[in-house]
């Protein structure tokens, strides 16, 4: 079975003015299907590593053979990883509540120290990758950073929310004002969705 490059749950211009539309189409329709494409090539003839979602693939990287590892975890994580950003976003945002704002208040000392920490994460990464709110253990909350296209689920943490700062994310509308990317994409924060993940 093949990899496919999952649908976009809205339009490329559904996140204007924040994430525009030139942005989308090409980060959607060129770098993730690249990475979904490179990966179907990668397990031609690895018929028994096909049949595994892409989660079983990273979460268990020691387990693939050394001659296509690097491949599954440089394109299986970017398809991983866009196929989450891209829930991760919604129209307009949605409001955090409930027990998505509960546990962030739990650990962090409010919401407003989570987002200044999380920024500073993802302002501060060195170079592509991606900031992320994980699931380190039940209960605890960590905000981290992972270089290209590695993930947390390869640590065993589990993603809440991710947000991605290579260039391409941004470079069209922003270039290399990174900062007022990570400022602009908060307004685009789909809490509903954190909070299925984090149930
Ligand atoms: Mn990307």
């Known amino acids: 079975m093949k990899f496919e490059l999952p649908q976009l749950p809205y339009k490329f211009d559904a996140?204007?003015?924040y994430i525009d539309a030139r942005t989308m189409e090409i980060h959607y329709s060129k770098h993730h299907a690249t990475y979904v494409s490179k990966l179907n090539e990668a397990l031609e003839n690895y018929p028994e590593l096909q049949e595994k979602s892409v989660e079983d693939l990273l979460k268990n990287l020691v387990a693939i053979s050394e001659t296509v590892r690097t491949a599954v975890r440089n394109h299986g994580g970017g398809h991983y990883n866009h196929s989450l950003f891209w829930q991760m976003l919604a129209p307009g945002g949605s409001k955090i509540k409930?027990?998505?704002l509960e546990f962030i208040n739990n650990n962090f000392a409010d919401f407003n120290s989570f987002k200044e920490i999380f920024t500073k994460t993802a302002v501060g990464h060195f170079?592509?990758?991606w900031a992320w709110l994980v699931l380190e253990k039940p209960g605890k909350?960590?905000?981290t950073s992972t270089s290209n296209q590695d993930n947390p689920i390869s640590k065993s943490?589990?993603?809440?929310l991710c947000l991605d700062v290579w260039e391409h994310a941004y470079y069209l509308k922003y270039q290399?004002?990174?900062?007022?990317y990570v400022d602009?994409?908060?307004n685009l924060v789909n809490w509903d969705f954190v909070e299925v993940l984090l149930s």
């Open 15 to 17: 996140l204007e003015p």
């Open 176 to 180: 290399n004002r990174r900062a007022e």
């Open 98 to 100: 409930g027990k998505v």
């Open 157 to 160: 943490e589990t993603p809440i």
């Open 141 to 143: 909350l960590k905000i």
């Open 127 to 129: 170079g592509s990758g």
């Open 184 to 186: 602009a994409w908060w």
